[in-house]
């Protein structure tokens, strides 16, 4: 490769680099900007989640304060009567009459299906009253099983509250309110001491207006309007859908007695459905972008990797023939003498004889064509990967071996070599024949460097052009070094037969 095109091809290996540079922080920034959206979109599916969570926990708390506000509007109807003097007359007179109990009944309202009782301080029933009068004894008896852990905890409150104001008056109506199961069903049960300033000072504990308000659909639905969630249900079960938020109605033993259920506003989702399709879309758009990038990067980089594997190859190689050039060829043998050390191998010269004469009397085109078919027959050789073979220029060529056990081998290699060699060429309608000179020597006893040892292999090919070309000889000092002498005393150092078939003889080890 000339000097130019050298130049030219530099810069377009410097142009295919750039290209890709640039293409790779394209690429680079396309990804950082998709892991950017779905950073972004993870971050605002978990942002949504813990809004839809805070929402829920806030429906929640409103569910409870509606019960609560339930149970209190039902306590604010009997707090003024149970603290008045006409409630403490009532209990002084152990509601014996029927006047006395029927005066009673007219301050205590009973909605549909609501059931009321006054006990004494022993807990046995006084009065009972339902708004629905077919309720049967046996169903009374079981309310107030059902509501005897409300009646204890007022007690105990009772009790306390005496203790603290150390037998002063109590204030009028102490009370407790909680979700309990009465005949069944989950109920509001709340429990109000009558006329306490009567017990006070004394062991005696006040009667108790106990009221029992059960959560059927009239109650669920004024709980729903305090809480503001018109789709809450009583439900047995507690297995919501994914849209829909429960709460357990537990009693006073902590055992589930129904759930609250109801469809919660999810606006974190609602948030999130309307930015989702903008990440996604923008996801998609950088994704595609990326793609292409990645694409071109890919047949940039494809042709960028074959530009420089022929930039390599025109480097190292002859361009007339595809063989080594010398520069290839010194590099290997370096590289050969680094790893192989004092192990021998064989460097093999060869030079065609009488090329001067082909190109004088058939051209130039002939004397090409006899050195691509001698570079073929070359590259055709049965010779391990290892061997080296380059056109050092003009005629002259080159064999390197790998490792030799000694001359023998290398002998039987320059055999193979000259008669792979001296088979004719055809060129137009002319036959050549081809003949060639072989020298080769053994590293590391003919020399310690490539200069030494080409020079070794190079006395022996002129040993074999002296003693009648188309053989080979194998360096030995004695004989190459005489016969030179005797050359050179003679004035010349070329000369011959035209070429012919003979068959060089190897030296003996």
Request: with cysteine; hydrophobic share 45%; aromatic share 4%.
């Amino acid at each position: 490769m000339n000097p130019s095109d050298l130049a030219a091809q530099m810069k377009r290996m410097l142009q295919f680099r750039s290209t890709s540079l640039a293409r790779g922080i394209a690429l680079g920034i396309s990804a950082l900007v998709l892991t950017a959206l779905a950073v972004l979109a993870i971050d605002v599916r978990g942002l949504a989640e813990t809004v839809d969570v805070r929402a829920s926990e806030r429906e929640t708390s409103d569910v409870r304060h509606g019960l609560f506000v339930l149970a209190e509007a039902t306590v604010a109807e009997h707090l003024v009567f149970a603290g008045s003097s006409e409630a403490s007359a009532l209990v002084r007179s152990g509601f014996d009459n029927a006047a006395t109990r029927n005066r009673f009944w007219d301050n205590v309202i009973l909605d549909p299906a609501e059931h009321a009782y006054v006990l004494d301080s022993r807990g046995e029933t006084i009065l009972s009253e339902s708004s629905a009068p077919d309720l049967p004894n046996s169903a009374r008896l079981t309310d107030l099983r059902s509501i005897a852990p409300v009646i204890a905890r007022l007690r105990e409150r009772h009790r306390a509250a005496s203790d603290e104001t150390a037998g002063r008056a109590i204030f009028p109506g102490a009370y407790v309110h909680e979700v309990a199961g009465v005949a069944g069903k989950p109920s509001l049960v709340s429990a109000i001491a009558i006329a306490p300033s009567h017990a006070a000072g004394s062991n005696e504990q006040p009667p108790v207006l106990v009221h029992v308000t059960p959560l059927d659909r009239r109650v669920i639905g004024q709980l729903a309007n305090i809480a503001r969630l018109p789709d809450l249900a009583l439900s047995e079960t507690a297995s919501p859908g994914a849209a829909t938020a429960r709460m357990a109605l537990a009693g006073s033993d902590g055992r589930v007695l129904a759930h609250l259920t109801w469809v919660t506003a999810r606006p974190g989702w609602t948030v999130l459905g309307a930015l989702l399709p903008i990440v996604l879309l923008s996801a998609m758009v950088v994704g595609m972008q990326g793609l292409a990038t990645a694409r071109s990067l890919s047949r940039s980089a494809a042709r960028l990797a074959a530009s420089e594997a022929e930039a390599l190859r025109q480097s190292r190689s002859d361009a007339s023939t595809g063989l080594a050039n010398r520069v290839w060829f010194e590099a290997c043998f370096a590289e050969q003498t680094r790893a192989l050390a004092d192990q021998n191998f064989g460097l093999v010269l060869i030079d065609l004889d009488f090329f001067k004469s082909i190109n004088d009397t058939l051209g130039h085109g002939a004397g090409d064509a006899v050195i691509a078919a001698v570079a073929e027959r070359l590259k055709a050789l049965p010779l391990p990967a290892t061997f080296v073979a380059a056109r050092l220029g003009g005629d002259e060529f080159a064999v390197m071996t790998s490792a030799l056990q000694d001359g023998e081998d290398l002998s039987s290699i320059c055999g193979a070599i000259l008669a792979s060699i001296m088979a004719p060429v055809v060129f137009e309608t002319t036959t050549i024949p081809v003949s060639a000179s072989i020298g080769a020597a053994l590293w590391p006893v003919d020399g310690r460097d490539l200069s030494s040892l080409m020079k070794s292999a190079d006395l022996a090919l002129y040993r074999s052009k002296r003693e009648g070309r188309g053989r080979f000889h194998i360096h030995d000092l004695a004989e190459d070094c005489a016969g030179s002498l005797r050359l050179a005393a003679a004035g010349h150092l070329a000369g011959g037969t035209p070429p012919r078939a003979v068959r060089g003889q190897a030296r003996s080890a």
